[in-house]
């Protein structure tokens, strides 16, 4: 779906889709120049699997398919994550932030970053200023987005649960600046 008209600046048009990780990401990634996730933790992974419904792999595979999916894309990645998915993943440098008033830990991979943020909303600020499109391929209510959009760039996210990428389609229209 393309949020083109209100979802487009001289980045191109946003766009989102309801795909899931273990698939092949959809093609409109490939126009991406970073990469931002903040992935269900291990408690939360089946509540989140609950809610989009059908049967999904154990939690140790799902990190090591976002492991996979970071190291092949080209851009830089950077996963939220909690402690266990940092110690399983190989990504190159980590950070120390709050994510939704939790400690958590920024996963990096090509991209060196400081060794602290105040929070999850600050990292993506920086990344925002850098970079000029977002891929997010676990997008939930589009934080990512709305962060981006907010700073004058462009976002390609997706999200298995529909219900998200509803949200997204209302709301995402008043993200960009006028
Ligand atoms: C912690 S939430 C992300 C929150 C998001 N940053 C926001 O702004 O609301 C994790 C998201 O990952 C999505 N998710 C979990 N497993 C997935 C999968 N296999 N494929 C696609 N999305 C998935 C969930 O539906 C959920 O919305």
Redesign the pocket.
């Given at each position: 779906m393309n949020l083109a008209e209100n979802g487009e600046n001289e980045h191109g048009a946003a766009s989102i889709s309801?795909?899931?990780?273990?698939r092949t990401l959809p093609p409109e990634f490939a126009s991406c120049d970073v990469f931002y996730?903040?992935?269900?933790?291990s408690r939360?992974?089946p509540t989140?699997?609950a809610?989009?419904g059908g049967e999904?792999p154990p939690y140790t595979a799902?990190v090591l398919?976002l492991d996979r999916l970071a190291l092949n894309l080209a851009p830089p990645v950077i996963y939220?994550v909690d402690r266990s998915f940092a110690r399983l993943c190989h990504a190159d440098f980590t950070a120390s932030l709050m994510?939704?008033g939790r400690p958590a830990v920024a996963a990096s991979y090509r991209l060196a970053i400081p060794v602290a943020f105040k929070d999850?909303e600050s990292l993506l600020e920086l990344l925002a200023r850098r970079f000029r499109r977002v891929g997010?391929?676990?997008?939930?209510?589009?934080?990512?987005g709305?962060v981006f959009a907010g700073l004058g760039g462009s976002f390609v996210l997706?999200?298995?649960?529909a219900h998200?990428i509803g949200y997204i389609a209302n709301h995402a229209p008043g993200w960009f600046r006028p």
């Open positions: 309801v795909p899931n990780v273990w996730s903040d992935p269900p933790w939360g992974y989140f699997n809610r989009a999904w799902f398919r939220v994510l939704n999850s997010d391929f676990m997008a939930g209510y589009g934080r990512t709305r997706s999200d298995y649960n998200c």
